[in-house]
T-cell receptor, first 114, second 112 residues
Framework: NAGVTQTPKFRVLKTGQSMTLLCAQD?????MYWYRQDPGMGLRLIHY???????AKGEVPDGYNVSRLKKQNFLLGLESAAPSQTSVYFC?????????????FGDGTRLSIL | GEDVEQSLFLSVREGDSSVINCTYT??????LYWYKQEPGAGLQLLTY?????DMKQDQRLTVLLNKKDKHLSLRIADTQTGDSAIYFC????????????FGTGTRLQVTL
């Protein structure tokens, strides 16, 4: 049971570098989300998607871009990494909202920007 | 706006009951959740409660909801060392996507 898989698990970048975090889910979920987790601040929503080809801004979208070209994948991009983006990033997915359906989370990507 | 608050740390002895508290501000919350995060892992859904319920019990877990005070609690009976983790409460406000607002998390430490 793969569920939600995030790659890579760890990464160290220099300020100004770019990278893409990949999230893949095998549960045929419609909704996908990217969060960041910082000490003492819980999880904050960066961007989310309600279906293939759609994206929307969350609480803290600045400095990030996302794409959902395939239903099973949700990519999070950092075009020019900044130290303030050092965080743990979590991807989640959930089925279409016809009844209560919880979000399923990946194990996270630890990203350090030097 | 939405705001979910939790205390940062709780220490209990093995075998005792743990009570983790959460307050939220949005009275239109539809579902309220408890997630568990073990070190180096993602969030695992423990239980949830619909906003028209007062209590939900699931084995060692009891969730109490006080809508008047906007207060949610998670009680873990017979706490074990394997329960040591960070516990997040979260609320779902509704809309087209199941967006969640998370609390800051409570770190539960279980001592022998």
């Amino acid at each position: 049971n793969a569920g939600v898989t995030q790659t890579p698990k760890f990464r160290v970048l220099k300020t100004g570098q770019s990278m893409t975090l990949l999230c893949a889910q095998d549960m045929n979920h419609e909704y996908m989300y990217w969060y960041r987790q910082d000490p003492g601040m819980g999880l904050r929503l960066i961007h989310y998607s309600v279906g293939e080809g759609t994206t929307a801004k969350g609480e803290v979208p600045d400095g990030y871009n996302v794409s959902r070209l395939k239903k099973q994948n949700f990519l999070l991009g950092l075009e020019s990494a900044a130290p303030s983006q050092t965080s743990v990033y979590f991807c989640a997915s959930s089925p279409i909202r016809t009844s209560h359906q919880p979000q399923h989370f990946g194990d996270g990507t630890r990203l350090s920007i030097l | 706006g939405e705001d979910v608050e939790q205390s940062l740390f709780l220490s209990v002895r093995e075998g005792d009951s743990s009570v983790i508290n959460c307050t939220y501000t949005d009275s239109s919350s539809t579902y309220l959740y408890w997630y568990k995060q073990e070190p180096g892992a993602g969030l695992q859904l423990l239980t949830y409660i619909f906003s028209n319920m007062d209590m939900k019990q699931d084995q060692r877990l009891t969730v109490l909801l006080n809508k008047k005070d906007k207060h949610l609690s998670l009680r873990i009976a017979d706490t074990q060392t394997g329960d040591s983790a960070i516990y997040f409460c979260a609320e779902s406000i509704g809309g087209t996507a199941s967006k969640l607002t998370f609390g800051t998390g409570t770190r539960l430490q279980v001592t022998l």
